[in-house]
C-alpha cells in the first residue's frame, strides 16, 4: 500500500510561513502528480495546489495563488507546500495527494492541521 506522510502543520501567526511536506512510500508505482488538498468542517474538500512530476508545471487554486509555492523532490517522492502570508481564513486540515500509475488513481495522506491565529 502507498503511504503518504504529511508534516510541517502547526500554529503561525497571521501574515506568517509555514512549509508542509508529504513523502510518498511504498508503491512501485511512477507518480504523475503530487499536490495538496485543503478541507474546512463540514465542506467539500478544496484543492490548494498540484505539480506534475515530469516537468514541474505547477497548478494552483484561486484562493492561495501568489501566496502558496508548490515543489518537488523526485529523488524523495516528496513534495512540499510553502505557505506564505497566511491568514486566519487558511486555517484547516492539509491533505496529502498523490496520482500514481499509467492509470491514474489517488492516494491520500491522513491530514495536518494548520492553524492561522493570534
Known amino acids: 500500500q502507498v503511504q503518504l506522510v504529511e508534516s510541517g502543520g502547526g500554529l503561525v501567526q497571521p501574515g506568517g510561513s509555514l512549509r508542509v511536506s508529504c513523502a510518498a512510500s511504498?508503491?512501485?508505482?511512477?507518480?504523475?502528480?503530487m499536490g495538496w488538498f485543503r478541507q474546512f468542517p463540514g465542506k467539500e474538500r478544496e484543492f490548494v495546489a498540484a505539480?506534475?512530476?515530469?516537468?514541474?508545471?505547477?497548478y494552483y487554486g484561486d484562493s492561495v495563488k501568489g501566496r502558496f509555492t508548490i515543489s518537488r523532490d523526485n529523488a524523495k517522492n516528496t513534495v512540499y507546500l510553502q505557505m506564505n502570508s497566511l491568514r486566519p481564513e487558511d486555517t484547516a486540515v492539509y491533505y496529502c495527494?498523490?496520482?500514481?500509475?499509467?492509470?491514474?488513481?489517488?492516494?491520500w495522506g491522513q491530514g495536518t492541521q494548520v492553524t492561522v491565529s493570534s
Open positions: 495527494n498523490a496520482r500514481l500509475g499509467v492509470v491514474l488513481k489517488d492516494y
Open positions: 505539480i506534475h512530476w515530469s516537468g514541474g508545471r505547477a
Open positions: 511504498g508503491s512501485n508505482s511512477s507518480i504523475y502528480a
